[in-house]
C-alpha cells in the first residue's frame, strides 16, 4: 500500500506539473497573438482615423470655395456677379484635373531631399497594394498589412492636398474680378496649379530646399496665402484697374458690393472651413497627443480671426474715415492668414496677437493699394499676402521659427510666384488678351459673356379678370 500510494502520489504530482506548465504556455502563447493581434487592430483604427480625418478636414476647405464664391460675387457689381461663380466653379475643377495630372507628383514624389521639384510623370492614384486590397483574395491580407503600414489611405492624402491648391487658385479670382477675360483667366489658373503651385509646395512641404533649412509653415501662411496674393498682385499689374476706379485727380472711386449679406455669409463659409484647414493639417488623428493638438489648432484659429475682425473694425475709423464693414469682414480673414503658418502653439494669448495685427494690416494695405493705384476689387492682396508674410515672421516670435530662414522662405517664394505669375500673365495679355473689352465692361460680363443675369428685374404681372 505504502508502495502504490507513493508511485501514485508521485505520478499526480508530475500530472500537475505538466499541466501547470502547458496552462502558462498556452496563456502566454495566447497572450502574445492577442498582444499582435490588438497591435493590428491598434494600427487599422489609426489607418481608418487618419483617412476619414483627411476626408472630412478636406472637405471644409473644399467648402472655403462656396465661401468665396459667396464673398466675391457679393462684393462686385451685379452686372458681373454670374461670371464670378463660374470662374469659381470653373478653378475648382481646374485645380483638381491639373493636381492629379501632374501637380501632386512635382509637389511630392521623388522630391530629392533639399531639392526644387518631384517627378514630372504624369497621373496620380491609388497604389498596388490598395487594389489588391480592394479585389479581394490570397493576397488580400498582405497587402492590406502593407495599406496599414503607410498609415493613411493614398488618394485621402491626395484630396486633402488637392483643397490647399484650389484655395490658392480662389484668391486670384476676387482680385481680377470685373475685368480679366474668363477664358484667360481659367488659363492662367491651369499653370498656377498645375505647375507654379506645386513647385512651392515641393520646396517646402514636399521636402526640398526650404524645407531642409528649416521654413516653418504649418499650414500655408505663406505657401498657400501668399502665393495666391503675388499670383493676384501680378495679374491686377497687368492687366490694369477697372475703368473709372482711380479718376485723374488722384481720388479714388467707391465701387461698394452689390450684395453685403453675401459677403458676409461668404466671410463665415471661410471661417469654418479654416478649421479644417488649418486642423487637417496636423496630418493625424492618432491618439490624444493629436486630439489635444488639434483642439488647440482649433482654438487659435478662431481666436485669431476674433482678433482680426475687432481690431479691423476699430482700425478702420481713423484709417477710412468710417466703421467699414467690409474692412472688419477682411479682418477676420487677415487674422485667419495670419495664424496660419503657426497655429499649433500653446500660449493662447499670442494667437491674439497674431490676429489682431493681421486685421491691422488688412485696413492699412487696402489703403496703400489704393494710393498705388491697384485695383483689388476684393481686397485679397493685403488679406492673404501681406497678412500672410506678416503671420510667417510671427512663427520666430510665438513658435521657435528662425527669422532669417522665414525671411529666406518668404522673399524666395514671393519671387518665383511673381515673376513666373507675371510671365504668364504677359504672355496671355499678348496672345490672348487678358482683359474684356470696353464695352463688355460696360455691359457687365455676365451679359457679354454668358447671356445670364445673377439679378434679373422682377416683371411685375397684373391681375386680369375673368
Known amino acids: 500500500m505504502a508502495i502504490n500510494r507513493h508511485i501514485h502520489t508521485g505520478f499526480g504530482v508530475r500530472s500537475l506539473g505538466v499541466i501547470a506548465f502547458t496552462g502558462l504556455l498556452t496563456v502566454s502563447f495566447l497572450a502574445f497573438f492577442s498582444r499582435e493581434a490588438q497591435a493590428a487592430l491598434d494600427s487599422e483604427a489609426q489607418f481608418v482615423l487618419n483617412s476619414f480625418s483627411f476626408l472630412v478636414w478636406g472637405a471644409l476647405v473644399m467648402w472655403m470655395c462656396a465661401g468665396f464664391t459667396m464673398l466675391e460675387s457679393g462684393s462686385v457689381r451685379t452686372k458681373n456677379a454670374s461670371v464670378i461663380c463660374l470662374k469659381n466653379i470653373g478653378l475648382y475643377s481646374i485645380a483638381g484635373l491639373m493636381f492629379y495630372l501632374v501637380g501632386y507628383n512635382i509637389m511630392y514624389v521623388g522630391v530629392p531631399e533639399g531639392g526644387w521639384f518631384g517627378t514630372l510623370t504624369l497621373f496620380y492614384g491609388t497604389t498596388g497594394?490598395?487594389?489588391?486590397?480592394l479585389g479581394g483574395g490570397d493576397d488580400a491580407a498582405k497587402a492590406g498589412a502593407a495599406v496599414v503600414k503607410n498609415g493613411y489611405s493614398t488618394m485621402s492624402d491626395w484630396f486633402f492636398q488637392m483643397v490647399f491648391v484650389a484655395t490658392t487658385a480662389s484668391i486670384v479670382s476676387g482680385t481680377l474680378a470685373e475685368r480679366v477675360k474668363l477664358w484667360s483667366f481659367l488659363l492662367f489658373i491651369t499653370v498656377l496649379?498645375?505647375?507654379?503651385?506645386?513647385?512651392i509646395g515641393s520646396w517646402t512641404w514636399g521636402g526640398g530646399w526650404l524645407s531642409a533649412m528649416g521654413f516653418q509653415d504649418f499650414a500655408g501662411s505663406t505657401i498657400v496665402h501668399s502665393t495666391g496674393g503675388w499670383a493676384a498682385l501680378a495679374g491686377a499689374l497687368v492687366v490694369g484697374a477697372r475703368k473709372g476706379k482711380f479718376r485723374e485727380d488722384g481720388s479714388v472711386k467707391s465701387t461698394p458690393p452689390s450684395n453685403v449679406p453675401a459677403v458676409t455669409l461668404g466671410v463665415f463659409i471661410l471661417w469654418l472651413g479654416w478649421f479644417g484647414f488649418n486642423g487637417?493639417?496636423?496630418?493625424?488623428?492618432?491618439?490624444a497627443a493629436d486630439a489635444v493638438a488639434i483642439s488647440n489648432i482649433l482654438a487659435n484659429t478662431n481666436l485669431a480671426a476674433a482678433a482680426g475682425v475687432i481690431a479691423a473694425m476699430a482700425l478702420s475709423r481713423p484709417v477710412l474715415g468710417r466703421v467699414d464693414l467690409l474692412a472688419s469682414l477682411n479682418g477676420a480673414i487677415g487674422g485667419l492668414v495670419a495664424i496660419t503658418a503657426g497655429p499649433d502653439i500653446v500660449d493662447h494669448y499670442w494667437a491674439v496677437v497674431i490676429g489682431a495685427v493681421g486685421g491691422a494690416i488688412v485696413v492699412l494695405g487696402v489703403k496703400l493699394l489704393d494710393r498705388l493705384k491697384v485695383d483689388d476689387v476684393v481686397g485679397a492682396v493685403p488679406a492673404h499676402l501681406f497678412a500672410g508674410v506678416w503671420g510667417t515672421l510671427a512663427v520666430c516670435i510665438a513658435a521657435g521659427g528662425d527669422f532669417l530662414v522665414q525671411l529666406t522662405g518668404i522673399v524666395a517664394i514671393g519671387a518665383f510666384v511673381f515673376a513666373s505669375s507675371?510671365?504668364?500673365w504677359w504672355a496671355i495679355n499678348t496672345t490672348l488678351g487678358a482683359r474684356i473689352a470696353p464695352v463688355t465692361e460696360e455691359l457687365g460680363q455676365d451679359v457679354a459673356e454668358l447671356g445670364i443675369e445673377a439679378y434679373p428685374e422682377f416683371v411685375v404681372v397684373p391681375d386680369f379678370d375673368d
Not at 497594394?129 to 486590397?133: F, N
Not at 487637417?280 to 491618439?287: K, M, R, T, Y
Open 193 to 199: 496649379t498645375a505647375i507654379i503651385y506645386p513647385v
Open 422 to 424: 507675371w510671365v504668364v
Open 129 to 133: 497594394d490598395e487594389v489588391t486590397l
Open 280 to 287: 487637417g493639417s496636423q496630418l493625424a488623428l492618432s491618439g
